[in-house]
Each structure stands twice: as structure tokens, then as C-alpha cells.
């Protein structure tokens, strides 16, 4: 597998040549998958989802004019033939994971057996978008806020503090953003963090 971490996405032609020069072909002419799991837990998280997938919300990801580009929603996995979803996954150029929820997201990822599958896929090019990258690593820096968005007896809440683990770092995404629900992302509270 190979990975591009971002925080908003493909915004700038630097981060468009690598995907495209991890892809092997130009965009339009691959077949993109998008999971946007992670916006279960949060109030108007459907509308979220939706906007996403049209490219209202994600231009940069989802509207990058893909040859194809299909949803997988990973909570529905463990209820259909394995074989339909994993041939999805074996037979796509990219796996689109957007932002959300980083536990919750973790925790699907896992259950499904989607983390287990991508993680063998060597071709495959995953490009995570904020809790899509965070949950690539092996801590969750949003632990604390992840938790108050779950109910206390939820499965997610387990391994919370965790990632993936698919690569040897974490990262704290948005620093820097101008939108108000990311205040608290600046430089010094990475640092405070990091330590």
C-alpha cells in the first residue's frame, strides 16, 4: 500500500503530482473508492456524508474528476459476501478515507477486516483526510474529543486511544485552519502534545 496523509486533502499541485505519480496513470483514468465512516458519531454526519460523496464538502478529494469513484461503508461489511466487498477493494486504484471520527473509524476499520486488507494491497494508494491520515498512525492525538462524541458502553470506545499503526508517527492535522471548530490546532498545543 501506499500512502498520501493529508489534512484537507489534495489542495495544492504538489500534493495532485504525488497522487498522481502514486497512482501510475492520471486521476482520470482511476478507479477511486471513498469511505466517510467516520462521520457516523457526529450530529448531521448523514448530510456530511452526502456532501462529501458530491464533492460539495471535498472537493479535493472526492472532486478531483476520478474515472470512477464508488462508496464503501464499512459498517455494513460484516453483513454481506466478503468476497463482493474485497474484490471492490483488490480491483480500485485509491481508497478515499475522509475525516470523522478517528476511533470510530478505527474501530470499523478493524472489525470489518478492511485495515487488515488494505495493509496487503500493494498497489493500492490510500489517501487520508484528517482523521482518514490520523487513524494511519498509532495514536489517536483526538482521543479526548472522540470520546465525548461516543456513549459510554460503545464498542469504539475501546482502543480509542490507538490507531492503525501503519505508520511510525502520529500527526495532529488543520493547524493552522481559520475555521472555528479547529481553534485549539496551533503550533503550540502540537507541541504541548508531542511531549
Request: net charge negative.
Amino acid at each position: 500500500m501506499k500512502l498520501l496523509l493529508t489534512s484537507q486533502g489534495i489542495t495544492n499541485p504538489s500534493l495532485r503530482s504525488a497522487l498522481v505519480e502514486l497512482l501510475g496513470k492520471p486521476i482520470e483514468e482511476s478507479r477511486a473508492i471513498f469511505v466517510s465512516t467516520g462521520m457516523h458519531p457526529f450530529r448531521g454526519g448523514g448530510d456530511g456524508m452526502v456532501r462529501a460523496l458530491r464533492g460539495d464538502l471535498a472537493p479535493h478529494l472526492t472532486g478531483l474528476g476520478w474515472g470512477s469513484l464508488g462508496l464503501l461503508e464499512i459498517t455494513a461489511l460484516e453483513t454481506v459476501k466478503r468476497e463482493n466487498w474485497v474484490h471492490d477493494l483488490t480491483t480500485t486504484d485509491a481508497l478515499l478515507v475522509w475525516g470523522g471520527h478517528v476511533a470510530y473509524l478505527h474501530y470499523w476499520m478493524r472489525r470489518s477486516g478492511v485495515a487488515d486488507l488494505v495493509e496487503s494491497l500493494e498497489n493500492l494508494v490510500y489517501v487520508g483526510v484528517s482523521a482518514g491520515s490520523i487513524v494511519t498512525t498509532p495514536y489517536n492525538c483526538d482521543v479526548d474529543s472522540n470520546l465525548e462524541e461516543l456513549p459510554e458502553n460503545s464498542p469504539a470506545c475501546d482502543g480509542a486511544a490507538g490507531g492503525l499503526g501503519l505508520v511510525p508517527f502520529t500527526m495532529w492535522v488543520h493547524v493552522g485552519n481559520p475555521n472555528p471548530i479547529f481553534a485549539d490546532h496551533t503550533l503550540e498545543n502540537v507541541e504541548r502534545w508531542s511531549r
